[in-house]
Every structure is written in C-alpha cells, then in structure tokens.
C-alpha cells in the first residue's frame, strides 16, 4: 500500500505570496494518478488538480500541479484571500485511493 | 447538475448497525465509480470504498473489510453503505462522492454525513 507524505503541515504565507505544497509517495505512482484538492472548514472538498497536472473545471489558473514517480508539487502562484485552506493530494488507482495527511495554508 | 445527497448517519452504539444512502441526480450511477471517503472531524481525509459504475466490483480499506459493503441501486440511482460492527473509531462524516467518467479520480463530493459510534 502506497503512503503519501505531505509537508510542510502548515505553511504561513502572506496574500500574493507563491505557496509550494509537497505530497511524496512512499513508492512510485503509475500513471500519473495523483489528485489535488482543496478544503475549507465547513466543506466538502474540491477537486484542484488530476492526473498529476490537469486543473479541473473551473479552477484558475494560479493552481498547478507537477511531479512523477514519488515527488508531486501543487504550486499556488499568488494566494488569494479564498485560498487560506487545507490542502490534501489523493493516489488514486482502479481498486483504491489513499489520502495524505494535508497541508494547512494560513495567513500569516 | 450534478448532486450526490447522504442521508442515514446518526448515532448508534458500539457493534450496531446503520446504511447509509447517498441520492445521485443529473447523472446515471450505473455509469460511473463512485467513492465513500470519511473523515473524523477535525482531521484528515481517509478513502473507505469504491464501486465500479456498473455494480459488479466493490474494494475497501483494510480497517472497514468485512463489516462494510458498499453497492448501488440502479432503479433508485442511490449508493449505499452497509456498515456494521461498528467501532467508536468508525465515527466519522461520511462523504459520497463520484469518479468522472473516464477516469479514476474523484471528480464530486456530496456535503456528508456525520456518524457517531458511542455508548
């Protein structure tokens, strides 16, 4: 069973600063299938990123999705206000998924 | 527009029993996998079970194996979660959620539903 990693826990950034999230795979991820998402108290989640880089509908621009292998990055390229949240990346495969523990972007 | 809606959580002791329902509309289930995924409040994400679109395969997490069975009803277009045996850590909201239709991500969540495992 693959383990994601995600760090740093929280991350501290300031509005209009660049926010760098890391999810890391305890092996290697086939196909690229990784997801991003996106959590805010009192909410579902919202898909961000799939198959590693692919922005889903609707989300900007700011939000994009790189790695392979073990090491995956979501990159946020200027925080807006909406987007001090909890972030978690998903392995997914045919026969399961499995979440990291997430990321806590807040405003500091 | 898509919409999963869950119903069914509640409080229930410890070794009971509850099914939880998760209403799909504006799309067909039978075309799609579809996810439970849980998560204890205050914490993080955990995957629980998925469902291929048409029915006929079902996977689970090691700690849910046995007491959950996750399986769709095509005439009703509901999912549901059979989940017995219940533990005090199976206390949860329990989110409905749904694949794309090619692909294997999970595209919609419903808003959840919350489970409580007490005495």
């Known amino acids: 069973e693959i383990v994601l990693t995600q760090s740093p826990g929280t991350l501290s950034l300031s509005p209009g600063e660049r926010a760098t999230l890391s999810c890391r795979a305890s092996q290697s991820i086939s196909n690229n299938y990784l997801a991003w998402y996106q959590q805010k108290p009192g909410q579902a989640p919202r898909l961000l990123i799939y198959?590693?880089?692919n922005r889903a509908t609707g989300i900007p621009d700011r939000f994009s999705g790189s790695g392979s292998g073990t090491d995956f990055t979501l990159t946020i390229s200027g925080l807006e206000p909406e987007d001090f949240a909890v972030y978690y990346c998903?392995?997914?495969?045919?026969?399961?998924?499995?979440f990291g523990q997430g990321t806590k972007v807040d405003i500091k | 527009e898509v919409q999963l809606v869950e119903s069914g959580g509640g409080l229930v002791q410890p070794g009971g029993s509850l099914r939880l329902s998760c209403a799909a509309s504006?799309?067909?289930?039978?075309?799609?996998?579809m996810h439970w995924v849980r998560q204890v409040p205050g914490e993080g994400l955990a995957w629980v079970s998925r469902i291929n679109a048409d029915g006929s395969s079902a996977t689970y997490a090691d700690s849910v194996r046995g007491r959950f069975t996750n399986y769709k009803d095509s005439a009703r277009n509901t999912l549901y979660l059979q989940m017995n045996s219940l533990r005090v850590e199976d206390t949860a909201v329990y989110f409905c959620?749904?694949?794309?239709?090619?692909?294997?991500?999970?595209?919609?969540w419903g808003q959840g539903t919350l489970v409580t495992v007490s005495s």
């Open positions: 504006g799309f067909t289930l039978s075309s799609y996998w």
């Open positions: 959620t749904r694949g794309p239709l090619n692909g294997y991500h999970i595209q919609y």
């Open positions: 998903l392995h997914y495969d045919t026969s399961r998924g499995t």
């Open positions: 198959l590693t880089s």
